[in-house]
T-cell receptor, first 110, second 112 residues
Framework: GQSLEQPSEVTAVEGAIVQINCTYQTSGFYGLSWYQQHDGGAPTFLSYNALDGLEETGRFSSFLSRSDSYGYLLLQELQMKDSASYFCAVSSGSARQLTFGSGTQLTVLP | GAGVSQSPSNKVTEKGKDVELRCDPISGHTALYWYRQRLGQGLEFLIYFQGNSAPDKSGLPSDRFSAERTGESVSTLTIQRTQQEDSAVYLC??????????FGSGTRLTVV
């Protein structure tokens, strides 16, 4: 089966940088995705890493190390609107459906 | 449509009743997924449809749960004889490729 671990809560101040880590155990790994979910809202896709290294999209970057079964999401220049839950998810198996972690609740303080 | 549409947005039902949840995916998206999210939890995979292939039902928690999809369009998730532990938000997602799902806003199911 698959399992993912990520911190349950992270708190940071506006303008800061925060890193949310994710470790996973899976067979047939294809890639690691990150989703953002505001309270009561739908999860929205942020990034996807299939290969080792850093992918940058604006203020958000995502990193993957396949040999370490580890990835992280880096959020820079934090804004209040970044307060949300962040989920890492692995694509695995023949159908490549996503298996999600339990999520990290990010709180951005003024 | 522009996004994934789910209905109803909220459903309160009595224990033992059957419920049917609907998902309208983005037009042209061949893949459709159902997930369940309990309060404060991650997303739990239920079922996956890809085109006309047989669905992957490996995530359905019991035989009370079933889902159908007509071609590459609407899907319905049916829960029979609902139990209180079925209370959750049921999320549908669609995708054209296997990266970057688009989720609907979900159906919040409350079994009383």
């Amino acid at each position: 089966g698959q399992s993912l671990e990520q911190p349950s809560e992270v708190t940071a101040v506006e303008g800061a940088i925060v890193q949310i880590n994710c470790t996973y155990q899976t067979s047939g790994f294809y890639g690691l995705s990150w989703y953002q979910q505001h309270d009561g809202g739908a999860p929205t896709f942020l990034s996807y890493n299939a290969l080792d290294g850093l992918e940058e999209t604006g203020r958000f970057s995502s990193f993957l190390s396949r040999s370490d079964s580890y990835g992280y999401l880096l959020l820079q220049e934090l804004q209040m609107k970044d307060s949300a839950s962040y989920f890492c998810a692995v694509s695995s198996g023949s159908a490549r459906q996503l298996t999600f972690g339990s999520g990290t609740q990010l709180t951005v303080l003024p | 449509g522009a996004g994934v549409s789910q209905s109803p947005s909220n459903k309160v039902t009595e224990k033992g009743k059957d419920v049917e949840l609907r998902c309208d995916p983005i037009s042209g998206h061949t893949a459709l997924y159902w997930y369940r999210q309990r309060l404060g939890q991650g997303l739990e995979f239920l079922i996956y449809f890809q085109g006309n292939s047989a669905p992957d039902k490996s995530g359905l928690p019991s035989d009370r749960f079933s889902a159908e999809r007509t071609g590459e369009s609407v899907s319905t998730l049916t829960i029979q004889r609902t139990q209180q532990e079925d209370s959750a938000v049921y999320l549908c997602a669609s995708s054209l490729v296997q990266v970057g799902y688009t989720f609907g806003s979900g159906t919040r199911l409350t079994v009383v």
